[in-house]
Structures are given as structure tokens and as C-alpha cells.
């Protein structure tokens, strides 16, 4: 039988007490490296939570990086920049010992041209 995992968001390492999450079996989900920060330094953030991090044996995960990005773009420059921001994520996420990074797809519902949504499909699928 699968086990079922609460996990709760962290937007701030100063909020996140370990001993609390672990004492109640709740994972994290880190929001802390939102791309408006990705191109500054961002070191001493990932020190902070790896310090944090070493008293927790729960599950973490990384919400990957998602403005302005779209994997099933049309555009070249577009995927440059979606590859590069989700391949630091990736890499935070590393840091961090995070088993999971939460990727958007960006697919938009409200798109209803059939062959523009097969179009963004199939890039999505290229990418991916």
C-alpha cells in the first residue's frame, strides 16, 4: 500500500523548524530560490537551509523555477532560458538532498486551436 505524504511549503529557511516538521511526519516543499534571485548570489541561502536540512529526515522537495518560462515555446530563446533556470533547479535541488523538483508544464487549457495545443505538445514532449 503506498504511503501518503504530507508535505508544506517554505517561502522563508527562518521558518522552518525541523524538530516540529519531523516530530509530525511532514516533508517540505521549499519555495525559498524563486528565479528573481537566480541570477545573485544565492550560496548562503542553500548554506542556510543545508544547515537546517541536517537535523530533518523528512521528505524534501524543490519548487522549481516557473515565470516567464514555457518548455513547449516555439521560441529558441524562450527553451534556452526554460533548460537553464529548470537545470539550476535541479542543481539547488542537489544541494539540498531533495528528492523531487515541482516543474509547471505551462500548458495552457484555455488554448483551444487543436493544432496550436498539438503544436505545444509536442515541444513539451521534445523537451522533456
Known amino acids: 500500500m503506498n504511503k501518503i505524504k504530507i508535505l508544506t511549503m517554505i517561502t522563508d529557511v527562518n521558518q522552518f523548524e525541523p524538530y516540529v516538521f519531523q516530530q509530525n511526519d511532514i516533508g517540505i ?39 516567464d518560462l514555457n518548455p513547449g515555446s516555439t521560441d529558441k530563446k524562450v527553451i534556452e532560458v526554460t533548460r537553464y533556470r529548470y537545470l539550476q533547479s535541479i542543481e539547488i535541488a542537489k544541494k539540498l538532498g531533495a528528492l523531487y523538483v515541482v516543474f509547471h508544464s505551462q500548458i495552457n487549457p484555455l488554448l483551444k486551436v487543436p493544432r496550436i495545443r498539438q503544436m505545444k505538445l509536442n515541444n513539451q514532449i521534445k523537451f522533456w
Open 29 to 67: 516543499e521549499t519555495q525559498t530560490f524563486p528565479q528573481r534571485i537566480l541570477d545573485d548570489e544565492y550560496e548562503d541561502l542553500i548554506s542556510k537551509f543545508q544547515n537546517k536540512l541536517k537535523e530533518y529526515k523528512g521528505l524534501v522537495s524543490l519548487h522549481g523555477s516557473a515565470f
